[in-house]
């Protein structure tokens, strides 16, 4: 029963799943939203695990002094700093409580893990132009293609590439919309098939490895 | 297309049968394709007929080609050399003594691809105890880490190696996609794991995992269907694992029959695609655009 009772709820939600595309009764579909908003919750409560997980670890790092462990009392202190301030000054009424604008919650997301996170994703550019620089070392016949077919691209996508042919940007669009998307769509199909695939086999509990515990 | 039809073609007579009995509906009844003022009281949407139909006989042969496996037809599937690699990268690992790191993306355990993920952790989980080497799993989500956790001590217990399982290996990060990439980047840089395994749904945190990787010389194999992060993944890593083929890896690793039926069901099914899109090209070229509008989905 340990297998055949989580096989059997995920059949009947992957269902119902389905039949929500193909019944747009507004009865049934209420009980859809119902069933859309308990999975909301259940998530919600993962969260506790991810905590859990997160303070297990660190916690033992620190206890046994393993390497970085001071980066692991910050961590952990923000965590609780972020709760504390988010969650429980707003049930005590404290000043300044809450997550919305114009609390410490908020403050703190704006002017430091907001900057952080788009500096993360300013790293990129540099990424790109490393991987772009692999990417287009002629070594073999498909990168030279490749090489070949990007610098059209370019030049075809900047003012220069159009006074230097004129036919430059309709050769450009030419490549994206017919070779290039050619080859997305191909892959695009074959993924979504795949994807359906692999639901049925999950929702009739053909693939039950996911599960665990076998 | 992981399985080639063989040349037995009567074989899939009935589901040609069927392809064709589903053209001849389409063809007869377009009224489907009307679009109707309110269907709040109604209990079967028209404007997705096509979708059912196509659902209803893509199942069937899945369900078909599953019944046949499992009566013992034996069924071909190609080699994926980025599947095999994974075992090359972890022995790898294990001549070098370092750690192997896998990355299952950054969606939640309801995406498939990141179930798809799970599937091939367990396989991973299993070549790296029969080593003995640290498997490092950072997760992003927090109900990816109890199935993540299953996956490995599973993967661990069924190569006869329960104990070298820890469980503060499968490491939640952090939901922030950034302060994921961040985190990954990390273990990638401190610990020089030596196999970089990257399966599920990536975005743009892809090529910063990929290219940290590269830099710290490890091995890398890496599958999404997110066609998007699918260039910086060739660039950047030894194998890529190309959409389907990521969808194919339990069928691959396992080798089981049920498994390899539904892959079978699902080739066949791409067949009938792309006639339908061969069909519909020259339909269209020749200005018979009424077939090309059956497929539209509202």
């Known amino acids: 029963m340990r297998r055949e009772i989580p096989i059997a709820i995920c059949f009947l939600f992957g269902i119902s799943f389905i039949l929500e595309y193909f019944i747009p009764h507004e009865g049934v579909l209420s009980i859809f939203e119902t069933i ?27 206890q046994r002094k393993q390497r970085d462990w001071p980066y692991k009392i910050i961590l952990m202190a923000s965590l609780f700093f972020m709760i504390t301030v988010g969650i429980v000054f707003d049930i005590l009424g404290v000043g300044l409580g809450g997550i919305g604008e114009g609390t410490i919650f908020g403050w703190v997301y704006y002017h430091a893990q907001y900057p952080l996170q788009s500096t993360m994703f300013a790293l990129l550019a540099f990424f790109i132009a490393s991987a772009a620089f692999r990417a287009f070392r002629i070594r073999t016949f498909q990168a030279s293609l490749l090489a070949v077919t990007a610098l059209f691209v370019m030049i075809g996508r900047v003012p220069v590439g159009e006074s230097l042919w004129a036919g430059f940007p309709d050769f450009t669009e030419w490549i994206m919309n017919v070779p290039q998307l050619a080859g997305k769509r191909a892959i695009m199909i074959g993924a979504a098939l795949g994807a359906i695939s692999t639901a049925l086999k999950v929702l009739t509990g053909l693939e039950r490895t996911y599960l665990g515990g076998e | 297309m992981i399985i080639f039809p063989c040349s037995k073609a009567p074989r899939y007579r009935p589901f040609l049968r069927v392809v064709f009995l589903l053209i001849c509906i ?22 997705r007929v096509n979708m059912l139909v196509f659902l209803v006989f893509f199942f069937g042969v899945i369900i078909y080609f599953i019944r046949r496996a499992k009566k013992g037809k034996s069924l071909f599937i ?103 990439a961040a985190g990954v980047q990390g273990i990638m840089l401190r610990d020089k794991p030596m196999a970089n395994l990257l399966f599920g749904s990536f975005f743009a945190e892809s090529l910063m995992l990929a290219e940290t990787g590269f830099l710290t010389g490890a091995i890398q194999v890496a599958g999404t269907a997110n066609i998007h992060q699918l260039p910086f993944f060739v660039v950047a890593c030894d194998y890529t694992i190309i959409g389907e083929e990521l969808f194919a890896t339990s069928a691959y690793l396992s080798k089981e029959p049920k498994l390899l039926g539904s892959l079978k069901g699902s080739d066949l099914a791409k067949a009938v695609i792309m006639g339908i899109l061969a069909l519909g090209a020259i339909l269209v070229s020749f200005g018979v655009i009424e077939f090309k509008n059956w497929f539209f989905i509202q």
């Open chain 2, 78 to 180: 190609r080699r994926i050399a980025g599947l095999d690699a994974i075992e090359e990268a972890v022995g790898r690992a294990t001549e070098m003594g370092r750690p192997v790191l896998f990355v299952p993306g950054i969606e939640d355990v309801n995406q498939i691809q990141t179930v798809a993920a799970m599937i091939i952790l367990g396989n991973v989980a299993k070549m790296v105890a029969g080593y003995d080497i640290p498997l490092f799993v950072p997760i992003c989500r927090p109900f990816v880490v109890p199935v993540a956790e299953e996956r490995v001590k599973e993967g661990y217990a069924s190569a006869g190696r329960p104990d070298a399982y820890n469980r503060d290996n499968v490491r939640y990060i952090s939901d922030e996609q950034f302060a994921y």
């Open chain 1, 36 to 62: 859309r908003q308990w999975a909301i919750i259940v998530i919600a409560f993962a969260y506790v695990l991810g905590i859990a997980n997160l303070l297990r670890i660190n916690y033992h790092v620190v």
């Open chain 2, 26 to 47: 389409l063809l007869i009844d377009p009224s489907w394709s009307l679009a109707q003022e309110d269907l709040t009281e109604s209990w079967f949407n028209p404007n």
